[in-house]
């Protein structure tokens, strides 16, 4: 009887969120654009539409439609997730297969890439940026009422539009790509957000309980997953790496090249290669750089990674960690570049002595994955996907928690250990070369999209051609928001900077 008024009473939320969810997130987005002028909400910096993109006509068949393939991914940033997708597009579209791609939003960093036998429906609402589930519920409603016919549609970030998909097109598989569990994203903004993601978090187990093939992003992932999914069958959930050669185009011009063979830096040179965000704990570097000028250390840091225009709380972050460079008097030491391309960013792998990679219970973590393949060693947390990634004492150091002294500790150790043999000599990378082409390489992560789709349409079974990595239990993990942390780290004991700086 409990289960059975359980269901209706989720059938009655996702009922009212189909109708509600979307005119709220355009009014979000109205409040926060229109009423309180805030200029960086996404919206300033995204292509009008997709008209210099090569694609189908809505109308148009693809040349081989053997299988027709949706990709349901709205916000097209420069991230993991947004990587996923281009490798997707790229896979399925060179398998001669129709592929129709549904997004909200395409960023201005894709505007000279060419998406090249690829039908593209942006569904242009201002919604509310980052609110997953209205998105998808009006992507969903897009395919309801258009003349789509899929047999495979590949989603992530919410499983919102899964029942409106299953009911308008029933012979569709769904394979969805989890990069980490709503739910365990603490919510921020004002109280009636908190509430509304709660409910959004009692719903969305039901929806998944529908999903065909559930992918998760790591080992990390995974257990988070099943902790707060725990009805969720095991066999539908997979770890499956993302690819992390998506964006560079290996030439013989950049090879990866090891610190023998170019010229020795002056000083010992540190890379932060990641977004401006307050979860990714810059601020501890600048900490660790404040520790060790003061023991009398020579070194230099670099800190490049994109600064979000569309999301405030990312330039506040930047300025910020500027100011706390100030403070700290370390400002001869660190460098900021914002918003590096792609050349400039494989540039500053191969200046580098090493990276550095700070966020704590990191769902995946690419940057790890590029600093290795060019050869640098990574100083991580020891949580998350990069602790799947780094070897500890071989390719990397894994400090225990995000904290100032720690890190200070283990760039002290990378600037004693001159050598890195599994990277530093051509016979060790080619060890971690084959490593990082097996798990982590487009080439495998399309081909176990493939085996994942085969065994849903019945002609193979994917557990005999490659078994399902464990799935690890761990302890369940939160994830803050960034409105709920940015800086606190740094505004909770600026008094004790200061004192430190000034001794």
Same mark, same amino acid.
């Given at each position: 009887m409990f289960s059975e008024l359980k269901r209706y009473s989720i059938l009655a939320l996702y009922t009212c969120a189909l109708f509600f969810s979307v005119p709220l997130s355009l009014c979000i987005w109205f409040v926060r654009r229109e009423l309180c002028t805030e200029t960086s909400v996404a919206g300033e910096k995204q292509l009008g539409g997709v008209e210099n993109k090569k694609k189908l006509p809505s109308n148009e068949s693809a040349t081989c439609p053997d299988m027709h393939v949706v990709i349901v991914h709205p916000e097209q940033w420069n991230g993991g997730s947004d990587r996923c997708t281009v490798a997707l597009i790229r896979h399925f579209v060179s398998q001669g297969h129709r592929v129709t791609w549904l997004t909200t939003m395409i960023d201005e960093y894709w505007k000279n890439h060419t998406f090249d036998g690829v039908e593209i429906r942006e569904v242009g609402l201002k919604l509310h940026p980052g609110d997953w589930w209205s998105q998808n519920v009006a992507l969903g409603w897009h395919m309801v009422f258009s003349n789509l016919n899929p047999d495979v549609a590949i989603i992530d970030h919410s499983a919102s539009c899964v029942p409106m998909i299953k009911w308008r097109f029933p012979q569709c598989k769904i394979l969805f790509y989890c990069h980490f569990p709503q739910q365990l994203v603490t919510p921020s903004r004002f109280f009636l957000y908190r509430w509304y993601a709660k409910l959004i978090g009692i719903v969305e187990e039901e929806l998944f309980g529908q999903i065909d093939q559930i992918f998760v992003n790591s080992n990390f992932t995974a257990s988070q997953f099943i902790k707060v999914m725990p009805?969720?069958?095991?066999?539908?959930?997979?770890?499956?790496?993302?690819?992390?050669?998506?964006?560079?185009?290996?030439?013989?011009?950049?090879?990866?090249?090891?610190?023998?063979?170019?010229?020795?830096?002056?000083?010992?040179?540190?890379?932060?290669?990641?977004?401006?965000?307050?979860?990714?704990?810059?601020?501890?570097?600048?900490?660790?750089?404040?520790?060790?000028?003061? =023991?009398?250390?020579?070194?230099?840091?670099?800190?490049?990674?994109?600064?979000?225009?569309?999301?405030?709380?990312?330039?506040?972050?930047?300025?910020?960690?500027?100011?706390?460079?100030?403070?700290?008097?370390?400002?001869?030491?660190?460098?900021?570049?914002?918003?590096?391309?792609?050349?400039?960013?494989?540039?500053?792998?191969?200046?580098?002595?090493?990276?550095?990679?700070?966020?704590?219970?990191?769902?995946?973590?690419?940057?790890?994955?590029?600093?290795?393949?060019?050869?640098?060693?990574?100083?991580?947390?020891?949580?998350?996907?990069?602790?799947?990634?780094?070897?500890?004492?071989?390719?990397?150091?894994?400090?225990?928690?995000?904290?100032?002294?720690?890190?200070?500790?283990?760039?002290?150790?990378?600037?004693?250990?001159?050598?890195?043999?599994?990277?530093?000599?051509?016979?060790?990378?080619?060890?971690?070369?084959?490593?990082?082409?097996?798990?982590?390489?487009?080439?495998?992560?399309?081909?176990?999209?493939?085996?994942?789709?085969?065994?849903?349409?019945?002609?193979?079974?994917?557990?005999?051609?490659?078994?399902? =990595?464990?799935?690890?239990?761990?302890?369940?993990?939160?994830?803050?928001?960034?409105?709920?942390?940015?800086?606190?780290?740094? =505004?909770?004991?600026?008094?004790?900077?200061?004192?430190?700086?000034?001794?």
């Open positions: 009805n969720i069958e095991r066999n539908k959930v997979r770890v499956v790496y993302p690819p992390c050669d998506i964006d560079w185009i290996v030439s013989a011009s950049d090879r990866p090249v090891s610190r023998a063979e170019r010229a020795k830096n002056d000083v010992y040179t540190f890379l932060s290669m990641n977004r401006f965000w307050p979860e990714k704990r810059l601020d501890i570097i600048i900490e660790a750089t404040s520790i060790l000028k003061q =023991q009398g250390y020579n070194l230099h840091v670099q800190l490049a990674g994109s600064v979000m225009p569309h999301i405030p709380e990312s330039r506040i972050y930047y300025d910020q960690l500027q100011e706390m460079a100030r403070d700290l008097n370390v400002t001869d030491l660190v460098s900021f570049i914002p918003s590096p391309s792609d050349k400039v960013k494989f540039q500053l792998y191969q200046q580098c002595d090493t990276a550095l990679y700070t966020p704590p219970n990191e769902h995946f973590g690419i940057v790890p994955i590029e600093a290795l393949d060019q050869r640098r060693p990574v100083i991580v947390c020891d949580s998350g996907g990069p602790a799947e990634t780094v070897l500890e004492d071989i390719t990397g150091t894994k400090i225990a928690k995000p904290c100032g002294e720690l890190l200070a500790e283990a760039m002290l150790h990378h600037m004693n250990k001159r050598d890195w043999p599994e990277l530093d000599t051509e016979e060790g990378y080619a060890k971690q070369r084959h490593r990082l082409e097996t798990e982590f390489s487009t080439r495998g992560f399309c081909g176990n999209i493939d085996r994942a789709i085969a065994e849903m349409m019945g002609t193979m079974d994917i557990n005999a051609t490659e078994p399902a =990595q464990p799935l690890v239990m761990e302890t369940i993990v939160h994830q803050p928001v960034a409105t709920e942390v940015y800086a606190k780290p740094y =505004q909770q004991n600026k008094s004790a900077h200061s004192r430190r700086a000034q001794a």
